[in-house]
């Protein structure tokens, strides 16, 4: 079952750069002022709208599953803010992980077991 996350986000428009230029994504705008953000089945929405009361931020991080996460690791590893570097962890997936403009944590991951 896919999920999207509805983020808040210090400015759209470097939000929209961001994750366009540095990540590569798929980006449109969508209802009510927010921005969609999609690589392969993985999808994200950001507004600018304080709609929580909060300043922006979470206190996880948001991990998106990949069919190549070594090809895509490959793609922005010298554009990007990387967290953490491409390693296979003992948990049974493959990832990294990076800092996007508004601060949070993402990791693109791949299964590399059953």
Same mark, same amino acid.
Request: hydrophobic content about 40%; charged content about 25%; proline content about 3%.
């Given at each position: ?33 927010? +921005? ?49 570097? +491409? ?28």
């Amino acid at each position: 079952m896919p999920l999207s996350l509805l983020l808040r986000c210090h400015d759209l428009d470097l939000t929209r750069e961001h994750y366009r230029d540095t990540l590569g994504f798929a980006v449109t705008d969508s209802a009510e002022g927010t +921005l969609t953000v999609q690589l392969e089945d993985c999808r994200l929405l950001f507004t600018a709208q304080d709609l929580w009361g909060r300043e922006v931020g979470c206190s996880g991080t948001v991990y998106l599953q990949l069919a190549d996460v070594a090809r895509y690791f490959a793609a922005v590893k010298d554009r990007a803010q990387i967290a953490w570097p +491409l390693q296979d962890m003992p948990y049974g997936s493959r990832e990294f992980g990076v800092r996007d403009c508004n601060g949070y944590h993402l990791a693109f991951a791949q299964h590399t077991r059953a």
